[in-house]
């Protein structure tokens, strides 16, 4: 899950970021659990991520619009979005609530 964004600008970042999807679950990467970190400093917004699994097909895409909504936001210049495989992405763990139900996942 997230951290909590610790600044306005990284709340900026992080509403705008909420609205790309992966493309195949249709559900927001951000309620999916796959993004991890948004750090600000000054006009740099540092994006840490992750797939579905190694071989996503959309993984590329994701990236991609991760990076074009963060620097949607006023005064975000620069956007470096980080693929991490580390942890490993685990839905029952790290989705919302939300996203769990629209996945079929019931604990």
Excluded at 2 to 24: C, G, L, N, Y
Excluded at 33 to 52: R, S
Excluded at 61 to 84: C, S
Aim: with cysteine.
């Amino acid at each position: 899950m997230i951290r909590d964004p610790e600044t306005e600008k990284e709340w900026e970042v992080f509403h705008s970021v909420r609205m790309v999807e992966d493309p195949e679950i249709g559900i927001s990467l951000i309620e999916l659990g796959l993004i991890y970190d948004i750090k600000v400093e000054g006009e740099k917004a540092d994006i840490t991520m992750t797939y579905t699994s190694l071989a996503c097909p959309a993984g590329p895409q994701m990236k991609q619009d991760i990076e074009n909504h963060a620097l949607r936001v006023d005064g975000i210049n620069e956007a470096v979005v980080h693929v991490v495989w580390n942890p490993k992405w685990e839905p029952r763990s790290m989705a919302s609530e939300e996203a769990k139900m629209q996945m079929g996942i019931f604990d």
